[in-house]
Each structure stands twice: as structure tokens, then as C-alpha cells.
């Protein structure tokens, strides 16, 4: 059995904490996030110099990524090697599928035909 280990940011170092914007939570070096997305650290690079992954810099200045981008990265993967889409146009392809989830979103949180609307209380 193989044990994974990964160096996660403590919430609060190099985020937006406190500045009114939504902390993207703890966040993962270029080698830790390889080793949690099985990408290795020059495509991880790649990635983000294609704009397909965001960074932000931590208290050191080293570039970290949000945990929860290893999703987006298995995305970006199968997208590649499932449908043969190339990286630059992942990008628009992941942007339609967020719009995608935004609206289903909010279909869901809408009330269904017929149903009475009732005004959310205060």
C-alpha cells in the first residue's frame, strides 16, 4: 500500500482572507499538486501557463494551487486523451461545461411548474 502525502497551505497564508473575496481554501505546490492530480510538474506548469489551471503566490512567494483544481485537472485530462480536444481549446470546452453546471444549478434552485413561489423569509 502506498501512502500519498501532501503539503497543504494552512488556511489564511497567502490567501484573500480577510480582503472580501472568496479564498480559494489550501492550496497545493506545483510537485504536491503532480503528485495528487498524477500529472507531472512540467504539465502541471504547462497548465497554468495556459491559463487552464489558476496559482496564486503563497507567503514565500512560491505558486500554489487550490486543492480542489485536481478535479479540474482529471477534467482537462480526459477531455485530452478521451475526446482528442488539444489544451488550448480545453479551455473554451471547460468554460462551457462551468456555464453548464451554472445553469443546471440554478434550474434545480428554481421552483418547479406550477408550484407556488413562496418569497424566501427574513
Wanted: proline share 7%; hydrophobic share 40%.
Amino acid at each position: 500500500m502506498t501512502t500519498l502525502l501532501v503539503r497543504i497551505r494552512p488556511p489564511g497564508i497567502g490567501s484573500d482572507a480577510g480582503a472580501g473575496r472568496d479564498s480559494p481554501g489550501p492550496g497545493l505546490d506545483l510537485e504536491a499538486f503532480g503528485v495528487a492530480s498524477g500529472l507531472h510538474p512540467d504539465l502541471v506548469r504547462r497548465l497554468v501557463a495556459l491559463g487552464l489551471l489558476d496559482t496564486e503566490p503563497d507567503a514565500s512567494g512560491r505558486y500554489v494551487l487550490a486543492a480542489r483544481a485536481v478535479a479540474r485537472a482529471g477534467r482537462i485530462e480526459r477531455l485530452r486523451h478521451d475526446l482528442g480536444i488539444t489544451y488550448t481549446a480545453t479551455g473554451v470546452v471547460l468554460d462551457l461545461l462551468d456555464r453548464i453546471d451554472e445553469l443546471e444549478r440554478l434550474l434545480r434552485a428554481r421552483p418547479a411548474r406550477g408550484e407556488a413561489h413562496r418569497p424566501p423569509v427574513s
